[in-house]
């Protein structure tokens, strides 16, 4: 929670046909509690500085704060900004061939075995320049506002050299200091063992250890990220070597955060929630191990559906027993050049709804306080209460459940972070 600046003008968000607060415990929200989404009717939030002061009946509020500024939601839908808690944004080129590839039946993980897929991206990102990833990060970024979203994270990972993760750890805080909307940034250094490493004796070993003594120090040190995050999956970094990294990262004090059980159950999620991650992510093959260790933990589990429809595995993680056992649930677009190319954050809603069998409700918790927890930040963000950030969004729509109803459509028409706008429809 941070303090209203007194000092600061007053805006008022007014005129809302529905207000979709979100409202309650500053923490993740497990099991039934995602039910509650905070719905009320004639009610407007008032915005001093960075922070929300009063969300209340609108006459009450032009009451309070006669002097004030106005934001007409003219009969749409006033809720908290989505927080996207899992991208992989700062990237070179697309990756067309690989999605047609797949579809002729190769699979992920045997595309990155010839060279391709996540290495592909690597070799692009080396050969560019941190202006040019700068360049083309802040279009996808302004898309990514576009849909509502007011706090994004963004994992390097497509560097895969100390000198590369660096770079781009930094170009995302150089997007991070330009951008309005909060960005937050992880150390995806152990996203892959890089392609030059296979056949050096002991390769994939040196590569663990130079990610944790000459990135994660550095990272650290700068500041340039709080988290770090391990791709844990059969034929990718295996248990013993996840948990090396996620000490590693703890020495250093950034906070785990794991990619788990995408497509094969490898025991990551359980592994995850043991060594303290503040989240663990995909799930999509979780084991029933796993669903209990997440629901007994303090450990959120991120959902990105779009990444198991664009990848067409047609499968789901299985987000009604998790949220059944108690586990908090999260929703995140996964947005990267080859699993998921969505920028369009409130698909994610819709395929939770369709896909994930999600209520509206949960789903819109899942992607508010839920994402904010994901990334620590829930004390913060994720919620219209007084004392949050002001991280609001306006879409055009007069019931919650119509947004990941009308799918596709481009329906948000304001969004706020930190008391400034990040999206305005033009
Ligand atoms: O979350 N699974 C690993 N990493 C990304 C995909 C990265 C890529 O293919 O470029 C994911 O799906
Ligand atoms: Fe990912």
Redesign the pocket.
């Known amino acids: 929670m941070s303090q209203p600046d007194e000092t600061a003008r007053t805006t008022l968000f007014v005129n809302a046909a529905q207000t979709l607060t979100a409202a309650g415990p500053a923490r993740a929200r497990r099991g039934g509690e995602m039910r509650e989404a905070g719905i009320r009717h004639g009610v407007g939030v008032a915005v001093q500085g960075r922070t929300i002061v009063a969300v209340e009946d609108d006459a009450l509020l032009r009451r309070t704060f006669p002097d004030a500024d106005e934001i007409d939601c003219n009969c749409g839908l006033l809720a908290p900004g989505f927080v996207d808690s899992h991208t992989?944004a700062v990237f070179g080129a697309a990756r067309f061939a690989e999605h047609e590839l797949r579809a002729t039946g190769v699979p992920y993980l045997e595309i990155a075995r010839r060279g391709g897929?996540?290495h592909s991206?690597v070799r692009d990102l080396r050969a560019r320049s941190d202006d040019d990833l700068e360049a083309l990060a802040v279009p996808r970024l302004q898309r990514i506002a576009a849909g509502g979203v007011t706090t994004v994270e963004i994992k390097s990972g497509y560097g895969l050299s100390v000198h590369d993760e660096l770079r781009s750890l930094r170009v995302i805080a150089r997007l991070a200091a330009s951008h309005a909307m909060r960005i937050v940034g992880t150390c995806l250094a152990a996203?892959e063992v890089p392609l030059e490493r296979r056949d050096e004796p002991e390769g994939r070993s040196r590569w663990i250890d130079e990610i944790v003594t000459s990135i994660f120090p550095v990272v650290a040190h700068e500041r340039l990220a709080q988290f770090a995050d391990v791709?844990c999956e059969p034929g990718v970094f295996d248990l013993v070597e996840t948990r090396r990294l996620m000490e590693g990262a703890k020495q250093h004090g950034l906070t785990p955060k794991l990619?788990a059980d995408?497509l094969h159950d490898g025991g990551g999620a359980a592994l995850g929630v043991d060594i303290g991650a503040v989240s663990v992510d995909?799930l999509a093959a979780i084991s029933d191990a796993g669903i209990s260790a997440v629901a007994g933990g303090g450990t959120v589990a991120t959902l990105l559906p779009a990444?198991m429809l664009f990848l067409g595995t047609g499968r789901q993680a299985p987000a009604r027993r998790l949220i059944e056992a108690g586990a908090a649930v999260a929703l995140a677009s996964?947005f990267?050049?080859?699993?998921?190319p969505l920028q369009a954050f409130p698909l994610v809603l819709t395929l939770a709804v369709s896909e994930l069998r999600l209520s509206a409700a949960e789903a819109w918790i899942a992607a508010t306080v839920n994402g904010a927890a994901a990334l620590g930040l829930a004390g913060s963000t994720g919620q219209l209460s007084p004392g949050f950030s002001a991280d609001i969004a306006v879409h055009e729509v007069d019931d919650y459940r119509a947004l990941p109803y009308w799918f596709g459509e481009r329906l948000c028409r304001v969004a706020w972070a930190r008391g400034r706008p990040c999206f305005q429809k033009p």
């Open positions: 992989h897929g996540i991206s996203h791709f990619h995408e995909h990444t996964d990267n050049p080859g699993t998921s």
